[in-house]
């Protein structure tokens, strides 16, 4: 028979399996000899029997009942002097607001009378007892609440809680109890005993509340936990001027400098502190409302930190005079201040720093990455959008990708509005400060390719009208004309009009080698240079650019791990790939290929000698043909309606031919390679030729959307008789983003000298959504039902789409032990996903150069792990 | 070390991996006691050593040499007595024409004079040489046949072999002589010793040769096999009129009949029968020509196949009166008489009833089934297509879905012709005898739907130009207007003009209850009752109206495995759904919702009529919705053209919001059923409702599309609760058909009463490809260059969907115990599809009715194998 209730001198802060957060810590400081008032924890294991079958362990706790009764000299409901207790919900894992607490347990009609004449004041006893009913019926009866709340405004009439007198509140009583009655059919139990038991059923059952399933389910806490429950013996912070109730931090939770940070409200409770029905005061200020309690608190709060090696967030409260804690935890703090709270307390020598890399995080550091707006800036809201790359841009709105280019090349700040953004697009995003949509959501083209590029982007601000030919957009009769200043605010999904002013990011100037020497910059550097020490992954970026490549290197990345050649086929080039598809003869189709050669040479040739011998990963083309071609249904209604020329007509005809019900599972990637015959011929010689220039190029050739290792031999075959002719080693590996490829990973691995795991696509094929498609259509019907609690193309779904890359991992290295391991999906960049390849031993990650240093930090966390 | 090389006396017939299949044949008639000639076979495990690092076992053969020659009591290239031997390739698995054949080794300059002497006669001793030269020359050396071929050509100049001279293939010998001379730069060989060892190296290379390379690829041999090598003592048919050889079989392979069936061929050699040089006579006549081998062949034949207990093929040669057995193996037959020789064995005490199941395939059941055109119709070729789904078809030609159904309903019979077909041609496609179409390959919709029916089909008839407007199509100057009769070949992809005379499958009738009482219906009875009687594997169907359930009843489906429901959203309904999509408030679709509910309640009553009692699995609505509206396209052009209706333009809005990229990854399946409030709710309560109305129905509600177990479990909660409402039991379980579900098979277990794995979404989103996109595309390459040997939607793919299907299985099982486990894709009715489904543990297999009986077969087969 397991032990099923601990006394808070039996726990510690490492039992929060059993007892949960708030018992462990209520028992850990129980034990540090710290004022915490008596109490004991039914553990999570007690609710695991309750939920199989109704159980509930009443004699231990009646056990640990007599124990604290005896250590507070009162008993449960006396009516001469009773003890009261609180029952509070106490989980593993803190979920805020959705489980259950009942305070002042043991009052009813007789020992409120008894607490009237022990407090000496019959007006909080009467609100004690009316408190409790009110809770209790809410809380373990289940009474619509409203019901009280409308008796109590009935009573008040225009009148405040502290007008209410004790007559009043004995009256409230009364119809508390008859609203019990006339909902409930029975009565208000008066049994103290009784009372108890049914509040800690009702904690028990809250764990099964619809609201807490959802948040479960979408935070992936598992349903069987069960939560633990804390009865504890009540004290009071509102019998007084010499009692009251507080909140403090052992530093300061924005900056971490040591200091005295918290607020104390006399005369009150924590519920009240939370209400807002007075001010709360400093809580320096109580170093002369109550000296004594003053320094106590302050010894104690050293001595916490001290133990926790952490700032802390504690609650107490004040009971004439006599401090008691209720709770403390390890304190919530903003991205700033946990980077230089865990350098101070490596200075103090409180931790070494290993422990300050595991305390900071990579989503931290990413939002010190973003520039924002001052914070008392004043102008207005325009209108919203969804915040879906963060930062602050300022600048000229442009409609077009082109006119963004040019404006930006006279050196100009632009902002491109476009109703959604396309890949021909990218041009202009690369120019402009921002880019501003009234259409598509967080993973749409703008809010993706915006987050790669760490780009600021307000996407899906739907209650704007963009008119790109007239060069303008309105909101309702507002209309911005090109060359209009606007200001867009990608945390918050503000749009503003007008030059809202700028605070860019010191640690992105940090990481672009200009160090500002600000107390920030120097604890992010500390951190960042341990973590590097410590990770075992390395960190490429993903870059199709010179420019890129080079922010890459400065940022840290030590490779490309994908450059996407395709990207090469955009813009002026277009016409080049439209002469390649409507070739109609070998040696059309050569002459294209011919003229594409040399410019992919010098594509290459500029990205090997940015990287400067470091490896770089070369992708052959990847999308379907059509999508370098017109819209069909544009182009459709063009030559239907007779606006189309000579060439349309014909490019029509290529587009029908090449259209696909589905291009994301049609002809792309190897299979384009398999079929035009030439193409990836052309790439690799190109790559061939570039490296062959270059001194110590390390070009690795990677083939896309591979199925089975048939489709790799094939290629592979050709790849090497081209290097060989020209002379240049190359590493020849596949991207392994198809589920089958994951599946026989073995058989691939035969002819692959590296995989790269392209997530997003493995992602796709493995849920079987297009992110293109779905997003909009049902994500957030899916994120509202708990179906998932983080997209999966944010975060690396690890029961379906990492268990394909384990398998692919172990069955890979097996059949190649040498086999090279890398990432090169969206996810490299995202904390979680990072720990993940950490975990399942890939060599590397591969990430937008933006995420370098995010990634970097978080190979090191995941190292220290 | 390995014993390497085989006496013949040392081997037998279960030795094919080492000594491949004609190795182990020989030795197992050496040790019948039958006329062998001697010989050795050098192992498969030798040809993988020689092609690890070019070892030969020079030893090992020499000795098997030397014990050859004592038995000959000849030696190998003797100037005076020569042994002759020839050297063949023999792997484990058939190879055909893959490999390589060198006949005569022995011979030179010298022995060739002491074969003259032996032979006593001149002609046919040079003759031999040459043959030497010219197949070694060609296979060994690696020189142009051609060369050869032009050379004897020159010599004939015009006459036939049999008037050239023994002077004349003298002078052939020097002349090929001086062609390997010209062509290699040395000499032929002359040392019989490094004849043989070159040719036996040569047949070890073979077995690396790109066309067997290419065999093995598509066939899925594994690689390192190796062929085994047959060398042995030649024999000669060709030394006058009392030698000669032959092929038979041991009963009629046609009818499987007992009998004399084979030809005969005086003077001759093998290959003269190959090359037809003069016509063979009967067996039957060696009876008169030979009496004596003619009688010890008849027993020789008796003897072989009471001991391989089936019919077998054999060749041999009698040299000078003396027989000699070259090879044997079991015989190929056709398919009748494969079911006929079956069941004869039994009856001949032979075999039992589990081998006569084992000796029978459910394709050639498939291929019984099918009507066919009379053997000797004489009409001509219009055009052919592919031969898409088998049988013979005649009828008026029609081009339209509507037109079909009103002529068949007419009692005519008639052959859908479309450019390709969509799912609203399903109305015209049950109607029709038979489906014509221009455009689509085998995997086209009209291909797949007809095999799924059973019906014949021809499609990608590319020089068919159809003008559906117009009623006609045309090949070249021929105008086939409507109601033209027309007969299609689905066997062999024919299209003729007027009607061919048609032959009805005599199994088909047997199975719709009218057995004909011939020999072949007699064995297929025998066979499908032991095969009922073994099988492990429930047989449902895939039906979705009352007939289909019905014949899938006739043909022995124990239940219903998939329903699709949206079918019956299609014809006249169609504008329900446009109602429902058009529908701009909850009232107003709910509306739609409530016209729908009363006809697919009709819809399931039908069902669950048809199938008295036994289960109905009923798939709730799976497709996107827009594929119930008009396509994007032709409504955007006729809506720019302003020939748009004002409902044409609602519907176009209603398109253009639910456009998607990549519908198969889009808004379908539990995806909708989330999304849409009430679509699921209205199809339950319907499934429901008609459940309580018949009696003993048994429902079972699959949900499509799932990936996740929050999915699943959200709309089974409501699912269960209408069923409560109406008081109605059924099965709520889940389609397998997203790689993710079969990945958290253990998860979405505890929320699925069943798996049903749908394999074609499944083999879609496994291998990353979309079947309406691909097959086109890039099918016809993937299959030459070899990377499937046959379609993954054919025939499950095991390594990358059929793995996944094992840990679904494995861990759904695991999870629920009582888990049921069906396959309600394509492959349900795929006989390799049924034996793996077999292997890994499904309760059951769902297909077309028309495959019920071939997969009631192969599950017999499965449990015997």
Redesign the interface.
Same mark, same amino acid.
């Given at each position: 028979m397991p032990k099923l209730v601990y006394d808070f001198t039996e726990g510690n802060k490492d039992l929060k399996d059993l007892l949960g957060g708030k018992g462990a810590n209520l028992a850990e400081m129980t034990n540090l000899g710290l004022p915490v008032p008596p109490g004991f924890t039914i553990t999570s294991e007690a609710c695991r029997a309750y939920m199989d079958d109704g159980s509930v362990p009443a004699e231990e706790i009646g056990t640990h009942l007599e124990k604290l009764e005896a250590a507070m000299g009162k008993k449960l409901g006396d009516p001469d002097d009773p003890l009261l207790v609180s029952v509070r919900s106490g989980a593993k894992f803190s979920m805020p607001g959705m489980m259950e607490t009942v305070l002042n347990i043991g009052l009813n009609d007789r020992s409120v009378q008894g607490l009237v004449r022990q407090a000496g004041d019959e007006r909080f006893a009467w609100d004690s007892y009316r408190r409790l009913i009110q809770m209790f019926g809410k809380t373990v009866m289940d009474i619509d609440g409203d019901l009280f709340e409308q008796a109590i405004d009935e009573l008040k009439d225009g009148r405040t809680d502290l007008d209410l007198t004790a007559a009043d509140f004995r009256s409230l009583v009364g119809t508390y109890k008859e609203i019990v009655r006339r909902e409930k059919g029975r009565d208000f139990p008066e049994d103290p005993k009784e009372q108890m038991e049914l509040a800690i059923k009702a904690v028990f059952d809250s764990w099964n509340a619809p609201r807490a399933i959802l948040y479960r /389910?979408q935070e992936r806490i598992p349903s069987d936990l069960g939560t633990a429950v804390n009865v504890v013996a009540m004290v009071f912070g509102n019998l007084g001027m010499d009692s009251g109730t507080g909140v403090a931090f052992t530093r300061d939770p924005a900056t971490g400098h040591q200091g005295v940070y918290g607020d104390y409200l006399q005369n009150a409770q924590g519920e009240d502190v939370v209400a807002g029905i007075r001010n709360t005061v400093p809580l320096q200020d109580l170093q002369e409302i109550d000296p004594h309690s003053y320094a106590e608190l302050m010894e104690i709060m050293a001595k916490l930190e001290g133990h926790y090696r952490d700032l802390c967030d504690i609650e107490f409260t004040i009971e004439r005079g006599k401090l008691w804690m209720l709770q403390t935890r390890v304190g919530k703090r903003t991205a700033g201040a946990a980077f230089c709270i865990a350098t101070q307390l490596v200075e103090e020598g409180l931790i070494d720093l290993d422990e300050a890399v595991r305390r900071v995080t990579g989503d931290q550091l990413a939002q010190l990455m973003f520039p924002r707006f001052a914070d008392d800036h004043g102008n207005t809201v325009l209108t919203r959008g969804m915040n879906a790359s963060p930062g602050a841009a300022v600048g000229r709105a442009v409609f077009s990708s082109a006119r963004a280019a040019e404006l930006a090349a006279q050196g100009q700040d632009v902002i491109l509005v476009r109703r959604e953004t396309t890949p021909d697009d990218l041009a202009g995003m690369i120019a402009a400060r921002g880019v501003l949509t009234s259409r598509g959501g967080k993973t749409s083209h703008a809010a993706v390719v915006a987050r790669g590029m760490g780009k600021t982007c307000v996407c899906g601000a739907e209650e704007i009208e963009v008119d790109a030919k007239a060069g303008r957009f309105t909101v309702g009769d507002v209309v911005v004309e090109e060359g209009d200043v606007i200001s867009i605010d990608g945390g918050t999904g503000c749009v503003y009009l007008g030059e809202v002013p700028v605070v860019a990011s010191p640690v992105v100037e940090y990481f672009e080698g200009n160090p500002s020497g600000d107390e920030l910059v120097r604890a992010v550097d500390t951190i960042m240079r341990h973590a590097d020490g410590r990770r075992r992954l390395d960190v490429r970026a993903n870059a199709d650019t010179p420019d890129d490549a080079a922010r890459a290197r400065r940022f840290g990345a030590s490779g490309i791990g994908l450059c996407r050649t395709e990207h090469m086929f955009l813009g002026d080039r277009r016409v080049l790939i439209e002469d390649l598809i409507l070739a109609e003869t070998a040696e059309e189709r050569q002459a294209a290929l011919d003229a594409l050669e040399p410019l992919q040479k010098a594509d290459f040739a500029g990205l090997f000698a940015a990287m400067n011998g470091l490896p770089v990963t070369i992708r052959l083309i990847d999308p379907p043909l059509h999508e370098f071609l017109p819209d @069909? @249904?544009d182009l459709?209604?063009k030559v239907?309606?007779g606006k189309g020329t000579k060439k349309d007509r014909r490019l029509l005809e290529a587009v029908q031919r090449l259209h696909? $019900?589905? +291009?994301?599972?049609?002809?792309r990637g190897v /299979?384009l390679g398999?079929?035009v015959p030439g193409l990836f011929a052309m790439q690799v010689r190109a790559i061939a030729e570039a490296a062959k220039a270059a001194e110590g190029a390390r070009p690795e050739i990677m083939i896309p959307?591979v199925?089975?290792v $048939?489709?790799l031999e094939?290629v592979r075959e050709e790849a090497r008789q081209i290097l060989a002719e020209v002379g240049v080693e190359a590493l020849i590996g596949t991207m392994i983003?198809? +589920? /089958?490829a994951a599946? &026989?990973a073995g $058989?691939i691995a035969e002819a692959a000298e590296f995989f790269s795991f392209g997530t997003n696509?493995l992602t $796709?094929? &493995?849920?079987?959504?297009?992110r293109?498609?779905?997003e909009s259509?049902?994500f957030g019907?899916?994120l509202d039902? %708990? @179906?998932?609690g983080v997209s999966p193309f944010e975060s690396l779904?690890r029961? %379906?789409?990492g /268990?394909?890359m384990k398998v692919a991992v172990v069955e890979g290295r097996k059949a190649r032990p040498g086999l090279k391991l890398g990432i090169c999906g969206e996810h490299g960049g995202d904390p979680a996903s990072v720990r993940f390849c950490h975990e399942i031993g890939l060599d590397y990650v591969s990430c937008s150069p933006f995420r370098v240093p995010v990634a970097r930090l978080e190979a090191g966390r995941a190292a220290l792990l």
């Open positions: /389910r @069909i @249904i459709s209604v239907a309606t696909e $019900q589905n +291009p994301m599972l049609g002809l /299979r398999l079929v959307l199925g089975a $048939q489709e094939s983003e198809v +589920p /089958r599946l &026989t $058989q696509d $796709q094929m &493995t849920w079987g959504f297009s293109d498609d779905v259509a049902f019907t899916y039902k %708990g @179906i998932f779904d029961d %379906g789409v /268990r394909l």
